[in-house]
């Protein structure tokens, strides 16, 4: 795991050099990483508000790196004033994770916190073990993309005309993340590119709905359905709607994944898949997660889309499925499951459930980091749990959140999304499908549909 400390000095050459003789002297091996950005550009753009977007870029070419080195020197701020200069270096420290070495004596800061102000907290910081590194919110993102560009998928948008789907498909194709296929009358479709002020790239598909289109998936259809009463006329109906045409062409193996809700509800994206394309071997029922990006870590919370109430079996699945998905993206998982009550503080049924919930996950995987019941404070923060739960694995350090029914996590996640700031709410993801689809909230925006087609292709993987 590196090590990554962002040098801010105005004698930036010799702080770099002091890096790495601490470095050389700890037995470590350090590489440098220049940002790839003009320092006036950059300067431009913190003073404009567009920093989230600044440091998604040099994260991404940061993960492109691949460095093999004990410890990462990036030089900092360069050709900004004191000012622009501080908020850019704070805001890199963040999107990295590094420690700021400077020279700043100035600062009111200790050296426990993430300013290193001499050679001696250096030389000190690099003796002990390195600690478990955040995935901050840019680093996140960047890497999503860059996930889903190692392989790139061919992804279907049912909602092929819908303006900001149109959008989100030129973006998709832009960072090679997937190939959009655009299901849709075409000569709408090529109208809200032009509306939207977007030229739609070669490599778009676009897939025209029609009888004989359709008519090709029937007996497919028929075949899957039968036992509910599916009969030739009735698939030919159900065919009319895109979904459902956009699900059958995912069943066939024609794309990769799905994405759709701009304008469909939940329901509306998901009964087809439910029907169709059914469950993964060995799960039971389907949920969902949310990639809850603060600015400087990234955490897990399920299930706030899907299940209403579930049971302490159908909550036990939930959990298996969020710390495998954790897993999957390279998130830390560390399982809460959360209640109004931490271990045996409360009574009631609603307790109880979580509790039984908790023992089925440790008996089925009892190699899992999951404990429970516990209050989202025990959870998060570690005075806090480390009084109320001391011998939790959990408790004060948790990266995944389970809520207990989806009142509390749809309230939940909204209510982190719009008050923590800087915060963004990517997903839902679902979990528990046997091929990937993916929901989208109807206020969605353009941004949002881009990384749930990088979520969906990097499922796809």
Known sequence: ?????????????????????????????????????????????????????????????????????DVVVVEGAQGMSEVVAQKFNESLATALDAKIFSDNEDADLFCS????????????????????????????????????????KRIVLPEGSEPRTVQAACLAVARNIAVPVLVGNKAEIEATAKSVGVTLPANIEIIEP??????KYVPTLVELRKAKGMTEELARAALKD???????????????????????????????????????????????????????????????????????????????????????????????????????????????????????????????????????????????GSLKAPNSAVAGKATVFVFPDLSAGNIGYKAVQRSAHGTIAIGPMLQGLAKPVNDLSRGALVEDIVYTIALTAVQAQ
């Open 1 to 69: 795991m590196n090590r990554v400390y962002l040098v801010a000095s105005a004698n930036m050459a010799a702080k770099v050099e002091e890096v790495n003789s601490a470095a050389a002297a700890a037995g470590l091996k350090a590489e440098a990483f220049k940002p790839c950005v003009n320092g006036a550009e950059a300067a431009a753009q913190v003073k404009a508000g567009q920093t989230a977007a600044l440091m998604e870029t040099i994260c991404a070419d940061f993960l492109k790196q691949d460095f093999a080195a």
């Open 113 to 152: 916190c993430r300013l290193l102000k001499c050679g001696k907290c250096l030389a000190e910081d690099l003796a002990k073990e390195p600690a478990e590194r955040k995935t901050s919110q840019a680093m996140f993102r960047a890497g999503l993309l860059l996930k889903a560009s190692k392989a790139v």
């Open 210 to 215: 029609s009888e004989a289109l359709a008519e």
């Open 242 to 384: 895109n979904v459902m045409l956009a699900t059958m062409m995912l069943k066939m193996g024609e794309v990769d994944g799905l994405v759709s809700g701009a304008i469909h509800s939940t329901a509306d994206t998901l009964r087809p898949a439910l029907q169709i394309i059914k469950t993964a071997p060995g799960v039971k029922s389907v949920s969902s997660v949310f990639f809850m990006c603060m600015p400087g870590q990234t955490y897990i919370y399920g299930d706030c889309a899907i299940n209403l109430n579930p049971t302490a079996e159908e909550l036990a699945g939930i959990a298996m499925q969020c710390d495998d998905t954790a897993k999957a993206f390279g998130l830390p998982s560390r399982v809460a499951m959360l209640s109004y009550s931490t271990i045996n503080s409360g009574k009631g049924p609603d307790a109880d459930l979580v509790k039984a919930a908790t023992a089925i996950v440790k008996e089925a995987r009892p190699e899992m980091l999951v404990d429970g019941p516990l209050q989202y404070d025990a959870a998060t923060t570690p005075s806090v």
